[in-house]
C-alpha cells in the first residue's frame, strides 16, 4: 500500500501563494532562475563554483571522491582554515571595522565587535587553548551562555585545528559527561554563569559534577568570568591545577596567532543530536565541504548584504547555531546579533524590543518559538518597532500555515518573505527552502530543495514515486511518500564520531545508494514539498496515513488553540486512535464546549477521520530543550507506558502534570 494513496489532503490543501515583491527580488543575492538549471546539469562542477567563494592555501585536486561511498570526501587535497575564512580575510579585504557581532546579554547590557576585535579575542583564545595543551587533532567540549565568547571559541579551535564540541548550555552533568567521554575531550571551556530568565545558570558548577562522575580525557577546565565575580561562583569547586581563569590566562595573551592550515577533510566539529533511541551520535562535519555548503546558503537564502543585521535566535548548543550563526553568517562577513536569554525577560517583547533596540533586519527562529509568541498576544510586538525587518526565517519543525500566516503579518508587516529552511544536524547546510528573491512561497511549505540538491519521495517499499529538484514541475496530483536525497552534497555528515556502522545503518541502509533522512514529504499539486515530520510521526488511522502535522494544523487554525501535539495511540478497532494535547491563548477562555468545538473543527477541516478520540487541554507541552515537541513521551502517556529515555527533556515537571492530567481526564 504506498502512502500516496491513503494520505488524506488536508491543510496541505493550502491555497494562499506570497509571491517575492519586485522591490525585494531587485536587490536580491539571487535574482535568476537558472541557478538551478546550471546547477542540475553538472552538481560537482556548480559545487566547485561555491567552493570557489572561500580562500583556500591550496587548491584541491579532485572535487568529490565516491570510492568509499557511503564516506565521500569533498575537495582532495584542498587546504583552508574555517577560522581564517570567517575573520582573517575580512580583515585583509579592509572590513576590519565592520561590526561583527552586536552581543545583547539577558539584563540589558550589549557590547559590540567589530572583525578587528574579534580576530583579536579568537587569537587569544586560541593561544590560550594552545597554552593549556590543546593541539591540531585534539578535541574540546565548549559549554558556555550564548553569548560572543561562545561563537569566538568555536573560530578559536578552528583556528588551531581542534574540533569543539559545543554542548548546550542546559544540558545536565550526565549528559556533559557522556558527550566529553564519547568525544574524548581534553578541555571544556565553560563560564562561572549566564543569564536566564532573571536567574543565574550555574554552569561552572554543571561541570564539576560532570567531571565528579569519571572524565578522565579531560586535563583542564577554562572558566570565563561572565558574572564579572569570582570564577569560584556559587559554591562551585575550584581545582588548582585544572580550572584556570579566562580573566588570567586569555586576557594575557598575544593577539598574533597563525591559522592551522587543514586539509578539506580534516574534522571540523563533532555535533550531538539526540537519536529517537539509544546514545547521541556525535555528527562529524569536516571542513571544506561543510563550510562550503553554508557559505552559499547563507548567501543564498539570507540574501546577506553588508547593511543586514542578522538576528538567529537559536544558540551555539545546535546546528543552526554552527550553522547560521558563526560559519555561514561570518564566512560572508555579515553582522551578526547574538542573545544570551530567554524571550520573556524581563517582559514576553523581549525580541520585539532587541529588533527595535538595534535594527535587525533578518529574523531567523523556530516554529516553537512562533507559536509561543501567538499565544502570548500581538500587543507584544505591536508595541515596537519592527519596520528594519526585511526578512523571517524559519527553522526546527514544519511551521504550521496558521503561524506562517500570523509570522508574516504580525512581525514581517506583511511585507517580508519567509524561508522556511527544513535540514538537520546531518545536512550541515539548509537543503530545502525558498530563494527569497526567486521563489513563491505557500504558508507550511518549505518549498523546493536548494540548487545543487536532488532529493526524492519515495514509498514504503523504496520505489521512487517523483524526483524532485529546483525546478520541480506540477504533478498531475499530489504525492506522499518519505524523503530521500539522491546524491552526495559538501555540507553532508561525514560519519558518527566512533561508529562507522551506525552512520550506515541509519542513513544509508533504508534506500539504496540514497541518503534518508526520516522525514515525511508531501508534494502538492502546484509542486510545492510539504515536510511532515519524523516518518514515526504520522499515523495510520483506519487504513489512512494521517500525518500528526495535518491535525495539529487543523488544531492551531482554531482561533482559541496557542499550539496542539497529536499522536497516534492504540485503538481497538481502527488500529490507531488520535489523541491531542492543546494549549489554549491566554486571552481565551475554557468552556464546557471547547473540546467538542476543537473535535469538530478538525472534523470538517480535514475530514471526519481525523477528528480526535481524545483532546487533553494543557499549560505546557513536553518539549527538548532545542524546543521540539517530545511526542514519544506523549505516546508513553497515552499508552499508560513507562516513560522512555526523558534526559533530553527541557523541563521534566510538564510530563508529570500531564500525565495526572491525562489519567484523569480518561477516567
Ligand atoms: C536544523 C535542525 C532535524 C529535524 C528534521 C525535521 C525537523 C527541521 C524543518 C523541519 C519541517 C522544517 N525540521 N526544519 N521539519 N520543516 N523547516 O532543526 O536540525 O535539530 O537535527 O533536526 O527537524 O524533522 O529531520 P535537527
Not at 71 to 78: A, Y
Not at 421 to 434: A, F, K, L, R
Request: net charge negative; with cysteine.
Amino acid at each position: 500500500m504506498s502512502t500516496e494513496s491513503h494520505t488524506i489532503d488536508t491543510l496541505l490543501e493550502e491555497s494562499r501563494t506570497y509571491p517575492p515583491s519586485d522591490e525585494f527580488t531587485s536587490q536580491a543575492n539571487v535574482k535568476d532562475a537558472t541557478i538551478y538549471a546550471h546547477a542540475a546539469k553538472d552538481p560537482i562542477a556548480f559545487w566547485e563554483e561555491q567552493a570557489r567563494h572561500l580562500s583556500w592555501s591550496q587548491p584541491w585536486s579532485q572535487a568529490l571522491d565516491e570510492s568509499e561511498a557511503p564516506f565521500f570526501k569533498w575537495f582532495l587535497g584542498g587546504k583552508l582554515n574555517a577560522c581564517y575564512n570567517c575573520l582573517d580575510r575580512h580583515v585583509e579585504a579592509g572590513l576590519g571595522s565592520r561590526t561583527a557581532v552586536i552581543c545583547e546579554y539577558e539584563p540589558g547590557d550589549h557590547r559590540t565587535y567589530t572583525y578587528d576585535d574579534a580576530l583579536a579575542e579568537v587569537c587569544r583564545i586560541a593561544n590560550a587553548l594552545k597554552a593549556l595543551g590543546v593541539q591540531k587533532g585534539d578535541r574540546v567540549c565548549v559549554y558556555m551562555p550564548m553569548t560572543a565568547e561562545l561563537c569566538f571559541t568555536m573560530l578559536a579551535c578552528a583556528r588551531i585545528g581542534a574540533a569543539h564540541s559545543v554542548v548546550f548550555g542546559g544540558f545536565s552533568p550526565d549528559s556533559i559527561a557522556e558527550r566529553v567521554n564519547d568525544a574524548g575531550a581534553k578541555v571544556i571551556v565553560t563560564a562561572d554563569g549566564g543569564w536566564r530568565r532573571g536567574k543565574v545558570v550555574e554552569l561552572k558548577r554543571m561541570v564539576d559534577e560532570a567531571l565528579a562522575l569519571g572524565c578522565p580525557t579531560i586535563e583542564r577546565v577554562l572558566v570565563l568570568e561572565r558574572l564579572g565575580n569570582s570564577a569560584k561562583y556559587n559554591g562551585g569547586t575550584w581545582v588548582e591545577g585544572r580550572d584556570v581563569s579566562w580573566t588570567q590566562l586569555v586576557n594575557a595573551q598575544s593577539e598574533d596567532c597563525p591559522c592551522e592550515p587543514m586539509d578539506s577533510e580534516d574534522l571540523l566539529f563533532i555535533l550531538y543530536t539526540s537519536g529517537s533511541t539509544g546514545k547521541p551520535k556525535g555528527i562529524m562535519h569536516t571542513t571544506g565541504g561543510y563550510l562550503t555548503g553554508v557559505n552559499a546558503t547563507s548567501r543564498w537564502v539570507f540574501d546577506l548584504k553588508p547593511t543586514d543585521i542578522y538576528w538567529c535566535t537559536a544558540d551555539c548548543g545546535w546546528v543552526t547555531g554552527h550553522s547560521y550563526i558563526v560559519y555561514g553568517p561570518m564566512s560572508n562577513a555579515a553582522t551578526l546579533l547574538v542573545y544570551e536569554g530567554s524571550p520573556d525577560f524581563p517582559d514576553k517583547d523581549r525580541f520585539w524590543r532587541i529588533i527595535e533596540k538595534h535594527r535587525a533586519t533578518i529574523l531567523y527562529t523556530a516554529p516553537t518559538a512562533i507559536r509561543t509568541f501567538m499565544k502570548w498576544g500581538t500587543h507584544y510586538p505591536e508595541q515596537c518597532d519592527l519596520s528594519s525587518l526585511r526578512l523571517l526565517g524559519s527553522v526546527g519543525e514544519p511551521i504550521n500555515p496558521e503561524a506562517w500566516v500570523w509570522y508574516h503579518k504580525f512581525i514581517g508587516g506583511r511585507n517580508c518573505p519567509i524561508v522556511d529552511t527544513w535540514w538537520q544536524t546531518e545536512t550541515g547546510n539548509i537543503m530545502i527552502s525558498p530563494l527569497p528573491g526567486l521563489t513563491t512561497a505557500k504558508p507550511g511549505s518549505a518549498t523546493r530543495p536548494m540548487p545543487g540538491i536532488s532529493a526524492a519521495i519515495m514509498s514504503e517499499e523504496g520505489e521512487t514515486l517523483a524526483e524532485v529538484s529546483g525546478h520541480v514541475e506540477k504533478p498531475e496530483s499530489s504525492i506522499g511518500g518519505i524523503l530521500a536525497v539522491n546524491k552526495p552534497w559538501p555540507g553532508m555528515l561525514r560519519g558518527i564520531w566512533g561508529d562507522p556502522e551506525r552512520y550506515i545503518n541509519t542513513y544509508w541502509s533504508r534506500f539504496k545508494g540514497k541518503y534518508f533522512p526520516g522525514d515525511g514529504v508531501k508534494l502538492d499539486e502546484d509542486g510545492f514539498l510539504f515536510l511532515l515530520g519524523r516518518v514515526d510521526d504520522i499515523m495510520l488511522v483506519a487504513g489512512h496515513n494521517i500525518s500528526t502535522m495535518e491535525v495539529e494544523s487543523a488544531l492551531v487554525d482554531h482561533p482559541a488553540v496557542a499550539e496542539a501535539a497529536v499522536i497516534g495511540k492504540t485503538h481497538e478497532i481502527k488500529g490507531q486512535g488520535i489523541c491531542a494535547f492543546v494549549t489554549i491563548k491566554s486571552e481565551f477562555e475554557v468552556t464546557d464546549t471547547l473540546i467538542g468545538d476543537l473535535k469538530h473543527h478538525v472534523g470538517t477541516k480535514i475530514g471526519p477521520i481525523a477528528r480526535p478520540d481524545d483532546i487533553i487541554l494543557t499549560a505546557e507541552l513536553p518539549k527538548t530543550r532545542s524546543g521540539k515537541i517530545m511526542r514519544r513521551l506523549l505516546r508513553d502517556i497515552a499508552e499508560g507506558r513507562e516513560l522512555g529515555d526523558t534526559t533530553t527533556l527541557g523541563d521534566p515537571s510538564v510530563v508529570a502534570a500531564l500525565r495526572d492530567k491525562y489519567e484523569n481526564t480518561e477516567g
